[in-house]
Antibody
Framework: EVQLVESGGGLVHPGGSLRLSCAAS????????MNWVRQAPGKGLEWVAN????????YYVDSVKGRFTISRDNAKNSLYLHLNSLRVEDTAVYYC?????????????WGRGTLVTVSS | QSVLTQPPSASGTPGQRVTISCSGS????????ANWYQQLPGTAPKLLIY???QRPSGVPDRFSGSKSGTSASLAISGLQSEDEADYYC???????????FGGGTKLTVL
């Protein structure tokens, strides 16, 4: 059974940093593109970033370019999202989602998410 | 503001058929497949329809999807109370090189 479990969320001040983790199980992480998608409180879904199987390609939504970094450690079955220079508008539940074999493969399996709150 | 456009709300009575629309552009739905997610209150999104009209295993055939040009639709027939949820359309965007979503439609079963 595919399982994705996010962790690392919490309360952080504007300008601060955080590292989110996603523990993957039930499949071979190195086979798939992986994604981060976020959802602000009471709002819709927003794709944040994705990363190729070997980490050699990464894509980001414009609003986080230069501030967030997606990475992965296939040996540890883990996906990460490094959040820097955080803004109030980055407050959201962050979901880890498994893609497929290409960058445009649909995020099919999702974790339960971890809440990031940016507030002074 | 979301790239894909959905009505913010929809409603129906048990047993009815409801449809939810999703409007995009040539770089997203127009050149890629449309997909739909269902999000029950307090839970993560669940894939409902992929590749315009395909249902993952376990999704009832009451749910169906279609696409025409730069628009897509989700239809739910035989509406049930447990269908009350938020529904999101999604597509890959070739110009943004990323996934785009609709703003979501809150379905209320009256």
């Amino acid at each position: 059974e595919v399982q994705l479990v996010e962790s690392g969320g919490g309360l952080v001040h504007p300008g601060g940093s955080l590292r989110l983790s996603c523990a993957a199980s039930g499949f071979t992480l190195s086979t798939y593109w992986m994604n981060w998608v976020r959802q602000a409180p009471g709002k819709g879904l927003e794709w944040v970033a994705n990363i190729k199987q070997d980490g050699s390609e990464k894509y980001y939504v414009d609003s986080v370019k230069g501030r967030f970094t997606i990475s992965r450690d296939n040996a540890k079955n883990s996906l990460y999202l490094h959040l820097n220079s955080l803004r109030v508008e980055d407050t959201a539940v962050y979901y880890c989602a498994r893609g497929g074999y290409s960058e445009s493969s649909l995020p099919r399996y999702w974790g339960r998410g971890t809440l990031v709150t940016v507030s002074s | 503001q979301s790239v894909l456009t959905q009505p913010p709300s929809a409603s129906g009575t048990p047993g009815q058929r409801v449809t939810i629309s999703c409007s995009g552009s040539s770089s997203d739905i127009g050149s890629n497949t449309a997909n739909w997610y269902q999000q029950l209150p307090g839970t993560a999104p669940k894939l409902l329809i992929y590749s315009n009209n395909q249902r993952p295993s376990g999704v009832p055939d009451r749910f169906s999807g279609s696409k025409s040009g730069t628009s897509a639709s989700l239809a739910i027939s035989g509406l049930q109370s447990e269908d009350e949820a938020d529904y999101y359309c999604a597509a890959w965007d070739d110009s943004l090189n990323g996934w785009v979503f609709g703003g979501g439609t809150k379905l209320t079963v009256l």
